[in-house]
């Protein structure tokens, strides 16, 4: 008998054919996205589950008894409740190395968009008020040659050092919970503390995954600490910046921009004042959302799923849960 499983969000054909060979599958139908009480009542019988960022805690797993296998269809994971997770012997996936260049490319996008205002600039000629003749107060900032500090040297993080470097020619510094030898020789790297970091780079990218260490990590004494002149970019997630320090930070000219993939509530609301200023491009969480990468992440945790629940292990056990179950 195939194991039953419950997906709890849209899945491209190849995953959804390929889960289907190998479990009873059943899926969320909606309105909307699934939230975790949704799930909770939804689970069932399921072996194993398919989400993307549901918070997944102590009240789902227990509403589903049989569950052997969370597949998270995400890089981040900081929706998985870990504890809760490890006490129930429930092992717990997701799709890291599939998205790196995918997502390092929007990384390098919202940089460079910031940097050269490349979405107001467009509003301004769509909205006919191109004159012959650019007003200084219209240019933007140079990219190349420049300081690029990045928090979080991980997978993602090299990437785009890799990109920075040896494409843009810029300076690229680090800070990282540990340093990296073999990426500073290799990509021509600088590892210094947070307090230089921020005090020295003309761009700087957060890459951290969202911790309890992580939570706010840029709040308003960090962004006190960036040059006037510098732009913040964060790919992470939203809550590792305190967003009233950003918007203070913005509003007060501490800092000349921002370029922003997350935010602490998702989708932001339309009111909110960040999407008010012309100095700051937002995006509405689309770092891995090509049509390619997307497949890919969505085989990665079919794959992992199926290996779960057919004995096999799963090749992206998330890192604090390894030693349990390898
Ligand atoms: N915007 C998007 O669509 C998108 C897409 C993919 C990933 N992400 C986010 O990016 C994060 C990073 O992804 P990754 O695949 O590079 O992860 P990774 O685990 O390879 O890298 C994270 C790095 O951050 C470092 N780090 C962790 N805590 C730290 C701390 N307190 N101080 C300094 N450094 C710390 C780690 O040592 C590691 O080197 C994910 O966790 C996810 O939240 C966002
Ligand atoms: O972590 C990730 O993979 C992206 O943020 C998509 O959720």
């Given at each position: ?5 419950y997906?709890?969000?849209?899945l ?6 390929f889960l289907?060979?190998?479990?009873e ?9 699934i939230?975790?009480?949704?799930l909770?009542e939804?689970?069932?019988?399921a072996e ?9 805690h ?7 008894p049989?569950?052997r ?8 994971y ?35 968009a ?25 240019y933007?900032?140079d990219?190349?040659?420049k ?11 090299e ?22 030898p ?21 761009f700087?990218?957060l ?7 992580t ?18 970019i ?17 509003e007060?000219k ?6 922003l ?11 909110h ?28 945790a ?12 799963p ?9 349990y179950?390898?």
């Amino acid at each position: 008998m195939k194991p039953l499983v419950y997906i709890a969000r849209e899945l491209p054909e190849e995953a959804a054919e390929f889960l289907e060979q190998h479990c009873e599958c059943r899926y969320w139908q909606g309105p909307g996205d699934i939230t975790d009480a949704k799930l909770a009542e939804e689970v069932g019988e399921a072996e194993g589950l398919l989400v993307t960022g549901t918070p997944i805690h102590e009240k789902v797993l227990a509403a589903g008894p049989n569950l052997r296998v969370v597949a998270n269809l995400s890089a981040g994971y900081n929706n998985l409740d870990l504890q809760a997770l490890k006490e129930r012997r429930i092992v717990a996936t997701h799709t890291p190395y599939v998205l790196d260049d995918t997502v390092a490319d929007l990384a390098m996008a919202l940089l460079l968009a910031s940097a050269r205002r490349v979405p107001e600039l467009d509003r301004l000629v769509k909205a006919g008020q191109w004159k012959k003749g650019m007003d200084a107060e219209l240019y933007g900032l140079d990219v190349h040659h420049k300081r690029l500090g990045i928090i979080g040297m991980g997978r993602i993080g090299e990437v785009v050092a890799r990109r920075a470097s040896l494409g843009f020619e810029m300076d690229v510094a680090y800070y990282n919970r540990r340093r990296k030898p073999e990426a500073e020789e290799r990509l021509g790297l600088t590892y210094c503390g947070l307090e230089e970091l921020l005090s020295t780079s003309d761009f700087v990218l957060l890459l951290t995954p969202l911790t309890p260490e992580t939570r706010h990590l840029m709040d308003e004494a960090q962004f006190k600490l960036m040059k006037q002149n510098a732009v913040f970019i964060n790919v992470s997630r939203g809550e590792t910046v305190r967003e009233e320090a950003l918007v203070k930070a913005l509003e007060e000219k501490w800092i000349a921009g921002a370029g922003l993939d997350v935010y602490e509530q998702e989708p932001v609301s339309p009111d909110h004042p960040l999407l008010r200023m012309d100095h700051v491009v937002t995006l509405p969480h689309i770092g891995s959302a090509t049509a390619e990468t997307r497949i890919n992440m969505a085989m990665s945790a079919a794959k992992n799923l199926v290996n779960a629940l057919t004995g096999q292990s799963p090749l992206d056990i998330v890192p604090e849960l390894r030693p349990y179950f390898l």
